[in-house]
């Protein structure tokens, strides 16, 4: 066993936005919008106090995601918690195409990986790659800017891309949920490969939209490979997304949706497209992912 290095962290964990079109499960990107997390040792027993997105909803015993996430951190890094006090302050909204589940497991890990005196590096993604199913939101919220994920037989791997300053993104929130799990079920095992090649194409480009020309996005965001698919489960996400891209704004479905990501020169959206059922929110782009801080 390692001896405990802290007796508690402090942790913010960014939202994140994968996808990017059809950059399925290979790319994401780190927003500005924050979960605030403190785990303190404690002599015995689990406590856990929810505020903000998913409070009434999200169970606060063994069965929390960030109190899983945690332990097996743990394991991992070979630290014993005696007891644990877990806080959660939650700004992300849950099962909205935010990255919520991928935000919670990666500051679990995160803390357990402090806990051990070690940061986050390729061992921690891989845990919360494994939790998630998927590392393009994990790698997002872990080292922030843009994640290019893949996978290595039963490694996940992923690359950071420095994202360009013009990508501005405006994320477009409706109040109804829509869970991950139950849209991955709505995919085919086997797409046409002419959409393959339109998606090898869109992605690669996306990555270079994204890191140096945002004038290339629009053409960049286009998708055959997931949304279509995905398309009963948030039909007014499908449309805001198309009336987007029609009056010329780089936008598609944010993750499993079904929020919507926008991203247009400035920020600013045109008027003339109707977002009515949508909660329009300009977030920056988050540089750095997840931080620890020892509690003071
Ligand atoms: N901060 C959290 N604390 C505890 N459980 C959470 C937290 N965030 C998410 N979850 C769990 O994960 C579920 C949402 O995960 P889901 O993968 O469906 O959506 P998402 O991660 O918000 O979106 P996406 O994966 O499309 O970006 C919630 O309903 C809840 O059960
Ligand atoms: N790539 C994932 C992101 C959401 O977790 C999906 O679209 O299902």
Known sequence: MTALAVRGVRVTVPASTANLGSGFDALGMALGVHDELEFAVVDGGLEVEVSGEGAS??????????????????????VE??????????????????????????AGVAAGF?????????????LAAEFE????????????????????????R???VEPHPGVTPVVLVPAEESSTRTTRGLLPSKVPHEDAAFAAGRSALAVHALSSDPSLLLDALDDRLHEPYREPAWPATTRLVRSLRAAGVAAAVSGAGPTVLALPPDGVLPPRVDTAGFQARRVAVDLGGVRVAPLG
Not at 57 to 70: G, I, K, N, S, Y
Not at 82 to 103: D, E, F, K, M, V
Not at 114 to 126: I, K, M
């Open 133 to 156: 199913g998927h590392a393009d939101n994990a790698a997002a919220a872990m080292f922030g800017g843009v994640a290019i994920a893949w996978t290595q037989g039963d490694r996940f």
């Open 81 to 106: 918690v005696p007891g644990l006090r877990l806080t959660c302050r939650n700004a992300i909204p849950h099962a909205r195409g935010l990255g919520s589940s991928a935000a919670a497991i990666v």
């Open 158 to 160: 992923a690359v950071r």
């Open 114 to 126: 402090a806990f051990a005196g070690r940061e986050s590096d390729t061992s921690a993604l891989q």
């Open 57 to 78: 909803a999200v169970p606060t015993d063994e069965r929390h995601l960030v109190v899983r996430a945690f332990r097996a951190a743990c394991e991992l890094v070979g």
